[in-house]
């Protein structure tokens, strides 16, 4: 069974940094595409930053030069530093991936969600 985990969340103050950590596990052959979307009391899901199938990365507006996404492939993990954090960035974030699992078979899977709370 492959699975998305997330770690990293929790509160901090305005102006702070906060790391957090995505790791796929499972048969994994392949990670096409992986990254972070948020989703805000009240708002819609957004992606937030992502690397694409092509290798790239995409980021909000609203967080580039604040935010950093990285990739440890030999650990199947993504990152994503957060830095400069602003009330507006508190929200429940999750880790989504599109993985090709070992039979070769397309998976989508979104992880648990991790709460970032930013307090003014």
């Known amino acids: 069974q492959v699975q998305l985990v997330e770690s990293g969340g929790g509160l901090v103050q305005a102006g702070g940094s906060l790391r957090l950590s995505c790791a796929a596990s499972?048969?994994?052959?392949?990670?096409?595409?992986m990254g972070w979307y948020r989703q805000a009391s009240g708002k819609r899901r957004e992606l937030v930053a992502a690397f694409t199938r092509g290798g790239s990365t995409n980021y909000a507006d609203s967080v580039k030069g604040r935010f950093t996404v990285s990739r440890d492939n030999a650990k199947n993990t993504v990152y994503l530093q957060m830095n400069s954090l602003k009330p507006e960035d508190t929200a429940v974030y999750s880790c989504?991936?599109?993985?090709?699992?070992?039979?070769?078979?397309?998976?989508?899977?979104w992880g648990q969600g991790t709460q970032v709370t930013v307090s003014s």
């Open positions: 499972g048969s994994i052959f392949r990670i096409n595409a």
């Open positions: 989504t991936a599109d993985v090709l699992d070992a039979r070769l078979r397309p998976v989508g899977l």
